[in-house]
């Protein structure tokens, strides 16, 4: 299809190429007979049309609001506006799509309204969110959809007992948990198959569970919890579960979609996609959908230039941080938030809309990060006027935005913000400048965030000068790491947030010199780490025990690009993905630094284990089965005996094939020797045995005149 193009356009493209269109004869130019290229003339109708058409979708984006104050004339510009106000928070309301009649006779409104949005889904979303919605005492709303009322028209007089459907019990999204052997799973893509496989360490291979070709267009993504795994189409997204079926359970429209992101209690789905503007002056258009999991109703939709949701995240995308929106309040999804200028628009899920109808006001915020467990903000604002205002880190609390605590820092460069896991602690990295301005440290400020009042500690390294490389919390511990030195072998340092009389007082555990390592991957059950050599220094691996502070083993993984512990904190994957041309698959490794097996895969892109939710038992359950382990495990102990037994029994059975094998090529050498004996005998001039001691051996010695040359030499005799 041709793309069709205006004068304008073709001038702007001219003047970014250097092209002087003065200097060029247009008439000249010629297009063959009945062509135009896709290129409209100035006088063409068709390049004065900005909009496309718009289908015809009947009356599915209109709702009537009934219940309203019936006004009087000079009482409607009042009332309109906070009709406006109310549900163009929702969504975008067409240009004249709110009308409210008016009474000929006594020239007052008749109490109710019709409301267009552009989408039949922003009016979906207005019935849902405002229907119920108390104006004052005497006025609550009644809100339907325009389309329903045809539908309630046509209500048969007589009652009809509705129609009694048979149970289908659906797809069962947590069997894959009550695996006998207590085995995780993760899904790889490589080339154009998407495989989901057991981790059977025992067996030291994978066992296959699902495989597809061409699942997704782009990538894959597990949800939190580990119930859905996501797959992204041109189309939009889909959902799918189970245990070895993995059903299609839910589609999500959003042409384009670039990136997905689930809310931590996998309740919503959030969809981005970026498109390209026809003005090359113009910023990326921006769209971002976020839809109910179960249902796949659109809850709320954000609309803008790319300038507008710019914000600090983790992956950039046409000048769009992502996440934009970061999910706080623990599991609950009940709210979320994205960062704006001197704003943060906290949002809470149960109207979609924003809290308190009104932005966090924060003058020159520039990054925030919630709790994983509470309802609470931390903040970091940079310094203004050249100093004379100082830097501060805030803790702000949701919903009532109360700030619980402040910290101000001075001569600042940059700052980092890290929770621990649990919500316990707030670490954030500090780099600030010398008195000369020519270099920085780096220092740490650490908030005890369940303590009263949140105390709040400073440290410093023994070297302060040092450059932090990795920063890493003990999930469900109090210790952290950190990576820190200029040179090609840094120190790896353990410090802890409780001394050994468990007074809360930061110490340092231990200092480990020369590592080559720059990431840190603690185990999800902590205690065990693991120093990661990445990219640069070519797939170092070390497993440490962080109580014993002592080095379990070492390993390499060369080129490895990813570091993944399984949920669990039993296995750990390093991946080689598509990033190097050559050595590309993964190694799977036991806590403790076994090497337990290794897959080859070309062309290969991602590996991600499935997450699990968190375990139902309780704390002391957890600690009488650490008491009582021995007692446990016994059952265990004897199914890896029977494991190795069977891998005992399979390596015989790998061997006698083996053998089997040997003895069937030397069976069929003999067969084909015997089928040549005699042409041997012809070759011994009738001799039949092959038994070579039979025969003597004769040495015979033949002489043969090659060559003849006669040389007449000078002889002279001397004479006395």
Not at 317 to 332: A, Q
Not at 417 to 431: K, T
Not at 526 to 545: C, H, P, S, T
Request: charged share 30%.
């Amino acid at each position: 299809m041709a793309l069709e193009i205006s004068m304008e356009g073709i001038e702007a493209r001219a003047r970014e190429l250097g092209v002087d269109l003065s200097t060029v004869d247009l008439d000249s130019v010629t297009l063959p007979a009945g062509e135009d290229f896709g290129i409209l003339s100035d006088d063409e109708d068709l390049l004065r049309i900005d909009d496309p058409m718009e289908l015809e979708m009947g009356f599915a984006n209109v709702v009537v609001v009934d219940n309203l104050p019936v006004v009087p004339p000079e009482k409607f510009e009042k009332l309109e506006n906070v009709i406006r106000k109310i549900y163009s928070q929702i969504g975008a309301i067409k240009e004249g799509g709110l009308w409210m009649p008016v009474n000929p006779e006594t020239k007052k409104t008749y109490g109710y309204c019709f409301i267009e949005y552009n989408t039949p889904q922003e009016a979906e979303l207005a019935r849902e969110k405002t229907n119920g919605y108390k104006l004052d005492k005497s006025h609550i709303f009644a809100v339907n959809m325009f389309d329903d009322f045809d539908k309630y028209m046509k209500v048969p007089d007589e009652w009809m007992p509705a129609e009694i459907k048979p149970y289908t019990p659906g797809e069962n999204l947590q069997k894959w948990l009550a695996d006998e052997k207590a085995r995780d799973q993760f899904v790889i893509r490589a080339g154009t198959f998407t495989e989901v496989y057991w981790n059977d360490a025992r067996q030291k291979m994978p066992e296959l569970v699902f495989q597809k070709q061409y699942w997704t267009d782009s990538f894959i993504q597990w949800s939190p919890l580990g119930t859905y795994l996501a797959t992204v189409h041109r189309q939009g997204s889909q959902v799918w579960g189970g245990d070895d079926k993995f059903e299609r359970l839910m589609r999500f429209a959003h042409a384009q979609v670039k990136l997905i992101d689930f809310s931590p209690g996998e309740k919503y789905l959030v969809t981005y996609s970026s498109h390209e503007p026809s003005n090359p002056r113009d910023t990326h258009r921006v769209v971002l959908n976020i839809f109910d999991v179960r249902t796949g109703k659109v809850m709320r939709d954000f609309k803008g230039s790319a300038d507008e949701f710019s914000a600090s995240g983790n992956i950039s995308v046409s000048g769009v941080s992502w996440p934009i929106f970061r999910w706080g309040g623990g599991k609950d999804d009940k709210y979320f938030a994205r960062l704006g200028k001197n704003v943060i628009s906290v949002y809470e899920t149960e109207t979609f809309s924003l809290l308190d109808k009104k932005s966090l006001k924060v003058e020159n915020v520039v990054d925030f990060c919630w709790s994983p467990t509470d309802p609470i903000i931390a903040l970091f604002v940079p310094e203004l006027g050249g100093g004379n205002q100082p830097a501060r880190v805030s803790l702000v609390q949701i919903p009532g935005k109360e700030e619980l605590r402040q910290k101000n820092l001075f001569s600042v460069s940059d700052c980092k913000m890290y929770w621990q896991n649990s919500g316990e602690y707030l670490a954030v990295q500090v780099d600030r400048y010398t008195k000369t301005k020519k270099s920085t440290y780096t220092g740490f400020e650490l908030f005890r965030i369940k303590e009263r009042d949140i105390p709040i500690e400073v440290l410093e390294l023994d070297n302060k000068n040092d450059k932090i490389i990795a920063f890493a919390w003990e999930p469900k511990g109090h210790r952290f790491a950190v990576i820190h030195g200029d040179g090609p072998k840094p120190d790896i340092s353990f410090y802890s947030m409780k001394t050994s009389n468990n007074i809360s007082r930061v110490s340092k555990l231990t200092t480990l010199k020369g590592k080559q390592a720059n990431a840190l991957f603690w185990s999800p059950g902590g205690r065990f780490i693991v120093f990661a050599g990445l990219k640069g220094f070519n797939g170092q691996l070390e497993f440490y025990n962080v109580d014993e502070l002592e080095t379990m083993a070492t390993g390499e993984h060369f080129m490895a690009t990813d570091i993944m512990w399984d949920p669990t904190g039993r296995y750990l994957a390093s991946a080689v993905t598509s990033v190097h041309e050559m050595e590309n698959g993964f190694q799977i490794w036991s806590f403790s630094g076994k090497q337990l097996y290794k897959v080859s895969k070309d062309h290969f892109f991602q590996f991600l284990w499935r997450p699990r939710p968190p375990s139902l038992l309780t704390p002391e359950k957890e600690d009488e089965i650490a008491k009582n382990l021995r007692k446990y495990s016994k059952k265990y102990e004897q199914e890896d005996q029977d494991a190795f037994n069977q891998l005992s029994e399979q390596e015989r059975k790998r061997r006698k094939q083996l053998q089997e094998e040997w003895e069937g090529w030397v069976a069929k050498w003999k067969q084909l020797h015997e089928e040549e004996r005699p042409y041997r005998m012809e070759l011994r001039d009738g001799e039949a045995s092959d038994d070579e001691e039979e025969y003597d051996t004769k040495e015979v010695e033949i002489e043969e005149e090659v060559d003849v040359q006669e040389e007449e030499v000078p002889f002279e005799l001397d004479q006395e």
